[in-house]
């Protein structure tokens, strides 16, 4: 069973960094476009950033200069680097992406700015 693992996340203070992992385990024969969302308190869940199979990104309005995605294709694993952190992106930060062809979620990692 194929499945998404997120690493990486934890508290830090305003202005901070911070760089999560999505690992894909399990039999992966196709590591196609992955995303990141988000989801805060009481709102709805957002998409951060995205990235084809070929390098295409985009992103969130309010983050684009201060977050980055990237992959590891041999590595099925994908990258987000979180610059200049805000209390505003404090969030539960979930994976997802096509594995195989299917749309697969990971359990999600905690962020948290705060002062």
């Known amino acids: 069973q194929v499945q998404l693992v997120e690493s990486g996340g934890g508290s830090v203070q305003p202005g901070g960094s911070l760089r999560l992992s999505c690992a894909a385990s399990g039999r992966i024969y196709s590591f196609g476009t992955m995303a990141w969302y988000r989801q805060a308190p009481g709102k709805e869940r957002e998409e951060v950033a995205r990235i084809t199979l070929f390098g295409r990104t985009t992103y969130l309005e309010s983050v684009k200069v201060r977050f980055t995605i990237s992959r590891a294709n041999a590595e099925s694993t994908v990258f987000l680097q979180m610059n200049n952190l805000k209390p505003e992106d404090t969030a539960v930060y979930y994976c997802?992406?096509?594995?195989?062809?299917?749309?697969?979620w990971g359990q999600g990692t905690q962020v948290t700015v705060s002062s």
């Open positions: 997802n992406g096509l594995l195989n062809g299917v749309e697969t």
